[in-house]
């Protein structure tokens, strides 16, 4: 089984996080953007965790992450984005579009600091809604099945 801790739009709240990483104990870490420099930095310091991060768009001056990063996890192709460029706050069909292009299995994503949880023509999207709020998600994979399980600190 491996355990994901997904979080996005914290906006700053380092030290909430570091106790989330402390308490959850994940394999790996998914941020899906806004607040993404103090991420990196609690990067370097639970180095032993896998993160995969991208910028979201109050994240001006992050010049090294991309705004979708696509990857492998536990046999699931996962693709994550903050949500800003596919307008997520309006529609769902541009970013669903480009995740059926792209042959994902699961969509992470933030921007609308609202809990989303959808599964269409087989693909998850999936929004653990703001950690700014106090929300978060355990994403857990075993045997072939994807959960989510909602947060709160």
């Known amino acids: 089984m491996i355990r994901v801790v997904l979080l996005t739009d ?19 870490i998914i941020f ?16 032993d965790v896998d ?5 979201g768009n109050c994240d001006i001056f992050e010049r090294e992450r991309n705004e979708i990063e696509i990857f492998d996890l536990a046999g699931k192709k996962v693709m994550i ?23 994902v299995n699961i969509v992470c994503f933030g921007h609308t600091h609202k809990e989303y949880e959808l599964e269409k ?17 355990i994403l857990s994979i075993e045997n072939d099945m994807v959960s989510f399980e909602r947060k709160q600190i």
């Open 81 to 103: 984005t903050h949500g800003h460029l596919f307008g997520v706050k309006r529609k769902m069909e541009l970013l669903e579009r480009v995740a059926e292009e792209n042959g």
């Open 32 to 47: 899906t953007g806004d607040g993404i420099s103090q991420i990196k930095e609690l990067s370097y310091v639970f180095s």
């Open 51 to 55: 993160f995969h991060m991208v910028k």
């Open 121 to 137: 023509n087989k693909i998850i999207y999936f929004n653990p809604g703001a950690f700014e709020d106090g929300k978060y998600a």
């Open 10 to 28: 914290s906006h700053g709240a380092f030290t909430d996080v570091y106790n989330i990483i402390e308490r959850e104990k994940p394999d790996k």
